[in-house]
Each structure stands twice: as structure tokens, then as C-alpha cells.
């Protein structure tokens, strides 16, 4: 059932019981190897099936239940599954399972009892296709995914690696896709295969291009497979004219169970803006937790201070002790205004805490602006510290000599102060570019009322 066009492969659509995939016509002669999958995964439903499947096997893979492909592979399959046949809540998913030639997948359990490893992914309905970069080398197969939320091609994140992975010396490279009682459009716009060599060694030569005459038999294959689709489309509208001229409808819900397995275009952007807001959420708490650490630091370096204080006060007699005295009282002064200032950057973290916690709308501008006042704020207090803290080094330094405060005991580092910054930085640049891009979507969807 695959569609294959210029740009892209259609490898099923989002009808019932489809079954399409897309092998290499030679055997793959790489030692190691790595691959650069490009693909969408769209749907109408909150849920989709059956899900998209990459392969390396020894043989080229036939039609099959597993993901659209044969059982009892020899190699491995990398299946982004869907539909959660389990009942787990762990859809959709990644899993990496390898094969002998022997093993029948378990598709009742999701693979969960075969997988070699595994990482929870979201990838259906991303605002930009889904990258996937598939590493072999020296026995490890790494597996590194983009969910399709920036533009960025590089931001890839960790999701599995499998150690101790033997692999056929040759094999085959295919990408496969089913469909079930519910339906999603698997469509593959990249599939790059490159060929790993230890440093030291020659690099291979490149291979040719397709030739034209290839190219242009594909082009008419593609048209031929469109044209079939239409037809099929149009018998669909004959038998089925209740269905026509209504909003929101089309042929492919005639196989789902029930309307309400669907999502509007302005449900799906509501879930997406509440999913970005529930991870600021998630790093302002953690922000929040680290600031708490920074305070509990602060009092005992504080309370160690003021125990110096007193066994130095014993131990310089006369006017050589009441110039230590003066200092120390100056050290511990400064410390408090930074417990002080402290303790004001965690209550204004806990009052953006809780705007964000309590928002009931995303799109209010009040809450809005009052977000960034609070950010601006623990800015403020930062650059206050920073002050005092340099203050309290200037005041300490003689014209002859730098004074040098009493040795302390080691304590722990949770966070340094340079990562601090930079970690508040980002965030307040993340937050405020979220806040832009907010507001130009609801700018966008004023137009439509």
C-alpha cells in the first residue's frame, strides 16, 4: 500500500488494514553502519495504530504482521508503536528488538517481554517531522531521537542502546508501517545510510546517483497508485453519501469506532501549549528545589563564620583583636544580606510557581505579564548578590594586601554560581520566546473568527 512521490513516501495511509514498506534492492556490505530516518506520523485520532518500523535484516523483508513486515527476521527491528495493546499508558513508544530467524513478536504485550531496549516517545502530530539517527558500531547499536518540536536537525536526545548486538556482516535496509481498527498517514521524507570505518582506514567511494530512467519509473508508479487512490476515494463517497458535505468528516472516519476518538486542529495546539507549559512548570520547581539548596548552604557557611568569630575574639587580645572583630562583623553582615536576598529570589520563584500552577487560561495577558515581572525580579536579585558580594571584597582589601578570610570547612557544592546563571538565563530566554510564539498563535487564530 506504500505511495511513493518526489519528495516523500507514503508508506500507508489513514485507512483500515494497510500494509505498505520500502527495502533496499542490494544487501548493505557495511561493517558499521549508521542511518538518518526522517518521517511523520499523522492522524486525525487522539490515538493512532499501528505505528512505523525501521529494519536492517538479513533478507529483504516480506508483508507481514509486524508493523507491515514478515516475522522471524534475522537482525533487528526498530518499531515506533502506536497503539497501546497492553493497557500499560507506556504508547507510543520505541522499542529495539532483535531477532535470530526464530522469534515470533509478541504484539499483545508491545514487544515488552522481547524488547532489548526501550524509551517512551511521543512522535505522532509534531509540529516538525521526527528524526531518528540509528548508530552500529563495535557491537552497540545506539538509538538517538528528535520529537519534532524545534527546527533544530541536531537536537537529537538519548532513547536506547543495546551492547554486546550481533548483527548479520550484510543485510538489508527497510522502513515498514501498518494500520489497524484505527489509522494514521506514515509518511517517510528521508532515509540516509552511512557506513562507519574505524579512524586510519580508506573511505569508500561514494555510490551513483539513481538514474533517470529509475526516477522517472517511480514518478509513474506514484501517479499510477494516486489514481487508484481517487477511484477508491470516489466508490467510498457513492456508498457512503450521508457522510458527504459534513464538517470535520471524512472517508477515513468511517473505520474508527467513535467520534470522540478525535481532536480538533485547536485541541491539538491547546494540548501542545499545556504540554510546554507543564515542563516550565516542572523546571521552576526544580529551580525552586536548587535555590532551597543555595539557602541551607548560605546559613551554615553563615553559622561556621559566626563560630570563628568567637574563637578568634579569644585568641587576639587588644587592638589587633578588635580589627578582626570588625572584619568578621562585616563578613557575617554580608552573608545575612545574601541569606536575605536569598530568601527573597525563592519567594518570588514560589509566587511564579503558583501563577503558573493556578493559570486558567494560556492566552491571558495578565498572567503573562505578570510572569515576567517575577522573572525579571529573581534577575534583579541576582545581580543584587552578585554586588554585595563584590562589595564585600572591596571593602575587605587593604591597599598592601589582599586581607584573606579564616580557613572554613569544605562544604558540599550542589550548584555552582556560574551554572546558576546560566541555567536562570536560558530558562528566562525559553520562557519569553514561549510567550512570543503563544501570542502569535492566537493572533493567527483571531483571523479565523
Known amino acids: 500500500d506504500a505511495i511513493p512521490s518526489a519528495d516523500q513516501i507514503r508508506i500507508t495511509t489513514s485507512l483500515k488494514s494497510q500494509r505498505g514498506s520500502v527495502w533496499t534492492k542490494t544487501k548493505s556490505i ?148 501498518a494500520t489497524g481498527g484505527l489509522a494514521d498517514d506514515h509518511d517517510v521524507l528521508s532515509f540516509l545510510t552511512f557506513q562507519l570505518t574505524d579512524p586510519g582506514k ?53 473505520f474508527l469506532s467513535a467520534d470522540d476518538v478525535f481532536e480538533t486542529v485547536s485541541d491539538r495546539e491547546l494540548r501542545q501549549i499545556f504540554e510546554g507549559q507543564n515542563r516550565i512548570h516542572l523546571e521552576i520547581k526544580q529551580l525552586n528545589r536548587q535555590l532551597d539548596m543555595i539557602l541551607d548552604e548560605q546559613r551554615k557557611y553563615v553559622s561556621a563564620v559566626t563560630d570563628e568569630i568567637a574563637k578568634r575574639g579569644a585568641g587576639f587580645p587588644g587592638q589587633q583583636g578588635q580589627v578582626s572583630q570588625q572584619e568578621l562583623d562585616t563578613v557575617v553582615k554580608t552573608q545575612e544580606e545574601v541569606v536575605r536576598q536569598v530568601n527573597e529570589m525563592r519567594n518570588s520563584m514560589a509566587d511564579a510557581l503558583r501563577l503558573i500552577s493556578g493559570a486558567q487560561h494560556p492566552g491571558s495577558a495578565a498572567g503573562v505579564y505578570e510572569t515576567t515581572q517575577h522573572f525579571n525580579d529573581i534577575k534583579e536579585h541576582l545581580h543584587v548578590v552578585k554586588r554585595d558580594i563584590e562589595h564585600l571584597v572591596q571593602r575587605n582589601m587593604p591597599s598592601s594586601e589582599k586581607s584573606k578570610c579564616p580557613d572554613l570547612p569544605p562544604f558540599p557544592s550542589c550548584l555552582s554560581t556560574m551554572h546558576f546563571f546560566i541555567f536562570v538565563a536560558v530558562q528566562t530566554v525559553l520562557f519569553i520566546g514561549y510567550i512570543m510564539y503563544r501570542s502569535q498563535q492566537e493572533a493567527a487564530a483571531k483571523k479565523f473568527f
Open 30 to 177: 557495511f561493517e558499521y553502519w549508521e542511518v538518518e530516518v526522517t518521517f511523520r506520523v499523522t492522524g486525525r485520532g487522539r490515538i493512532g495504530a499501528d505505528g512505523l518500523a525501521i529494519w536492517f535484516t538479513e533478507e529483504q523483508g516480506l508483508e507481514g504482521p509486524v508493523f507491515g513486515a514478515a516475522d522471524k527476521w534475522n537482525g533487528v527491528g526498530i518499531f515506533f508503536d502506536s497503539f497501546d495493546n497492553d493497557g500499560k499508558k507506556n504508547n507510543p513508544g520505541v522499542i529495539v528488538v532483535g531477532n535470530n530467524g526464530k522469534l515470533l513478536y509478541d504484539h499483545q504485550n508491545d514487544g515488552s517481554t522481547q524488547a532489548l531496549a526501550s524509551c517512551q516517545r511521543d512522535f505522532r502530530n509534531k509540529p516538525y517531522p521526527v528524526r531518528v539517527k540509528i548508530t552500529y558500531y563495535q557491537k552497540t547499536l545506539t538509538v538517538l531521537i528528535n520529537n519534532g518540536f524545534t527546527p533544530d536537525k541536531e537536537d537529537y536526545e538519548f532513547c536506547a542502546k543495546v551492547e554486546d548486538m550481533v548483527l548479520p556482516s550484510q543485510g538489508y535496509f527497510g522502513i515498514s508501517a
Open 202 to 254: 580508506a573511505l569508500p567511494t561514494p555510490d551513483a546517483e539513481i538514474p533517470q530512467k529509475d526516477k522517472e519509473k517511480y514518478q509513474e508508479e506514484f501517479e499510477h497508485f494516486q489514481q487508484e487512490l481517487d477511484k477508491k476515494k470516489e466508490e467510498f463517497q457513492k456508498e457512503h453519501p450521508d457522510v458527504q458535505g459534513q464538517p470535520g468528516k471524512n472517508p477515513c472516519a468511517f
